[in-house]
């Protein structure tokens, strides 16, 4: 009636938090989301997302999925997603990321290096054709303005 499983189940990946109040030196790796709301020293590495709140302070290099930053971070940060800096966050750093969201009044001061996706790169030979409706349109739009400026004239 009822067959043995076979699979194995797998815990769920908890969360990480440090914290406010909190002070920690080291190294974090982890499989799971990591919430750093306290002080901060070392290297963070997350296959998913890090969350740095508005009462932290981050003196570290972080490698993750996807990072939010909210409280200070001096320190580069690489991400595979997305780079979120919020009102109340800043950057002291350099980044490397595939997307990223500065909300007014958020700070970065470091460089930016902008990585495409895999599906950006698929994506190439349909913006060739992109480019070519671009041309044809910028033609027209040339053409409109002549036009334009010859009747004014």
Do not use: C, W
């Not at 997302?49 to 490698?63: F, H, K, L, P, Q």
């Not at 895999?118 to 994506?123: A, G, N, R």
């Amino acid at each position: 009636m009822f067959k043995e499983s076979k699979k194995k189940l797998s815990a769920p990946a908890m969360d990480t938090l440090l914290a406010n109040g909190t002070s920690f030196e080291g190294t974090v790796e982890a499989e799971a989301n990591i919430r750093i709301d306290g002080h901060f020293q070392g290297d963070i590495r997350s296959t998913r997302t890090v969350v740095v709140g508005e009462s932290a302070v981050v003196r570290s290099d972080i490698i993750a999925q996807d990072v939010i930053l909210a409280g200070k971070v001096f320190g580069s940060i690489t991400t595979e997603g997305r780079l979120t800096i919020t009102p109340t966050g800043e950057l002291y750093g350099n980044t490397a990321t595939t997307a990223l969201v500065i909300s007014e009044g958020g700070i970065l001061d470091g460089t930016i290096q902008m990585n495409r996706t895999k599906d950006v790169e698929l994506s190439t030979s349909t913006n060739e054709s992109n480019d070519e409706t671009q041309s044809s349109f910028s033609k027209n739009k040339e053409d409109s303005q002549a036009a334009l400026q010859s009747e004014a004239g």
